[in-house]
């Protein structure tokens, strides 16, 4: 029972608009979520985190936003460049300081010229 | 900056081996797991590991065993390799919780593993 899902494959986006990712999970239990990126032949690369006790966090191009009545979460980034295109995974934990992720299907971002 | 090397990008092995795999990290981390990544299933959880001799079973541990002799090296093992298994596995590594840091993953390159 996948609890942390990513319901778009892929998506695509023109340079220097906005991208929007998103996330859903079932578990309310969980109290920390985290993004990473993926480039062929590379392993994930931390990319940004969110605490339940927020609603938002922002890191230069890339924002992620916490929407806990609705269980979801996402991740804009902006404005997209060709070096995002990537896959990207959300993660979900119990804490923030818990050994385990539980990782999404993943959504491939191509940003396009 | 951590890293985590992985002993082979790419690995073909028949039906029935015996397949190791090694992680090596260099950054003293107590944790470290392997996940293996298939299209439409994301990084699902095979092992982890939280101290040297220790372990913990994750989401899909059937047909697989890990060793951990040493803290910076996690080895999966396929006992007896079946075209199921074939994916890309990846290892990772993190600092124990309670140590007043976010429990971040640090990835290796990945081994893409074929069985044929």
């Known amino acids: 029972d996948q609890q942390v899902k990513q319901n778009s494959p892929s998506l695509s986006v023109q340079e220097g608009r906005i991208s929007i990712l998103n996330c859903d999970y079932t578990?309310?239990?969980?109290?920390?979520f985290l993004w990473y990126k993926k480039y062929p032949a590379e392993g994930p690369t931390f990319l940004i985190s969110?605490?339940?006790?927020?609603d938002k966090n922002e890191d230069g191009r890339f924002t992620v936003f916490l929407n806990k009545s609705a269980k979801h979460l996402s991740l804009h980034i902006v404005p997209s460049q060709p070096g995002d295109s990537a896959v990207y995974f959300c993660a979900a934990s119990f804490s923030w300081n818990t050994d385990k992720l539980i990782f999404g299907t993943g959504t491939r971002l191509q940003v396009f010229p | 900056d951590v890293k985590v090397t992985q002993s082979s990008r790419y690995l073909v092995k028949r039906t029935g081996e015996k397949v190791f795999l090694e992680c090596v990290q260099d950054?003293?981390?107590?944790?470290m797991f392997w996940y293996r990544q298939d299209p439409g299933l994301g990084l699902r959880l095979i092992y982890f590991s939280y101290d040297v001799k220790m372990k913990e079973k994750g989401d899909i541990p059937e047909g697989y065993s890990v060793s951990r002799e040493k803290k910076e090296r996690f080895s999966l093992i396929l006992e007896s390799a079946s075209t199921n298994q074939t994916s890309m596995y990846l290892c990772?590594?993190?600092?124990?919780?309670?140590?007043?840091?976010?429990?971040?993953?640090?990835f290796g390159p990945g081994t893409r593993l074929t069985v044929l």
């Open positions: 950054m003293d981390h107590e944790n």
């Open positions: 990772a590594s993190s600092l124990h919780p309670g140590q007043g840091v976010r429990n971040e993953q640090f």
């Open positions: 578990n309310s239990m969980f109290d920390y």
């Open positions: 969110i605490s339940s006790i927020k």
